[in-house]
């Protein structure tokens, strides 16, 4: 009698994964960052599709969300160097904001919902999330072994990339069934389910330094600006995201007036990204390996930005679902290797606020370019500015060329 065939195996869990308390946070981050994603579209579609919102008020709305990053970034990455659970603030910061986008749907079904509460919630979210996120960097570190900084921002920052596209995808498609407010349930939901994953996690976290050992905010401040390292990648990207912000205040505007595309295609066509993003989560490492982190970087900081040029080209849906694929490509690159090169360069008493110094200029700068590109639509109008916003983008990677990371192959000390 013939032996029967062995039952096909599911391919093995990446090591890391196999670990309970990283599983869980990344379970975490995975679900926080796509909830994040979600609100990124919904938000500005409940604007626009049930206040009426024009672009001035799109470029407000996405500055009151980034704007806590520009205000509370460093004096929050200083205090929770030297806090001692940083999993406990990153489960309260969760358990705001979905408090906060639960009233949405209630309000916009009593009549009271206006764009002065939208942008009220918009700040409330955006707070908690810079607490989470400077939280994160720190808890990180207690986690993982230098040796799989890597592979651990593979799987960390690669859930981040493809929340950038499965997020608004989802958005889109909720916001086409259930109508912006109610997508926003989903939302909040995402973030109580990331909360309960961080509350069943378990990790010996570091003792946290004193005021001395940190330094506090100007020496986080210093560190940054006299490494070499981190000082390219910080303005690289602050250059990149002024660019990339004017672009976002626009886009969905843009999609939606000009190309006439219904809410449920845009989300399909963010969503094509998924299988870029995907493919950049598959060569990031190898391409780090291959190349050298330093060169890895360079290409992500060209490879995002790039293809976005083809959006103001677009007279239909074709173009920007090559432009999506291609750009969540280089996301997944720039972000995987900026975050691996950032930790392993940073001493761990100072992760918290060298995360927040980078986060007041790196992602501060983001409501100057909401605010902007707001002004340069209703003046020149949205097509030009999208002109200036996909091109004047790619000066980001100058700041990284001119730097040692052009060479660098192995993640610095």
Known sequence: MASALPAASAPPAPPLLRRAPFRRYWSAQTVSLFGDQITVLAMPLLAVLAIGAGPAEMGYLTAAALAPNLVFSLPAGAWVDRYPHKRRLMIAADLGRAALLLAVPFLWWSGSLTLAILYAIAFGTGTLSVLFEVA?????????????????????????????????????????????????????????????????????????????????????????????????ILLGTSTLN??????????????????????????????????GGLLGAVLAERVARRVGIGPALIAGMVIFPAPLILVPLATGP?????????????????????????????????????????????????????????????????????????????????????SPLRTMRELPT
């Open 242 to 275: 002024l660019f990339n912000y004017i672009f976002a205040a626009l886009f969905v505007l843009y999609v939606t007036t000009q190309l006439h595309v219904s809410p449920g295609l845009l989300g399909l066509i963010t969503g094509a990204g998924a299988i």
């Open 136 to 232: 994160h960097s720190s808890l990180f570190a207690s986690l993982v072994e230098r040796p799989d900084y890597v592979r651990a921002n593979s799987l960390v920052n690669g859930s981040r990339a493809m929340s950038y596209v499965a997020g608004p995808s989802v958005g889109g498609l909720l916001v086409q069934i259930f109508t912006a407010p109610f997508a926003l349930l989903v939302d909040a939901v995402t973030f109580a389910a990331s909360a309960g994953f961080l509350a069943r996690m378990r990790v010996a976290e570091r003792r946290p330094p004193t005021a001395a050992e940190s330094g506090g905010m100007a020496a986080g401040m210093r560190f940054v600006l006299g490494s070499p390292v981190l000082r390219a």
């Open 318 to 402: 074709g173009l920007l679902f090559v432009a999506e694929f291609i750009a969540a490509l280089g996301i997944m690159l720039l972000d995987i290797a900026a975050g691996s090169v950032q930790t392993a360069a940073t001493p761990h008493e100072r992760l918290s606020v060298v995360s927040g110094f980078k986060r007041t200029v790196n992602y501060g700068i983001r409501p100057i370019g909401a605010v902007l590109g707001g002004a340069l639509g209703a003046a020149i109008g949205v097509r030009p500015a999208l002109w200036i916003a996909t091109v004047g983008a790619l000066l980001g990677v100058v700041w990284v060329v001119l």
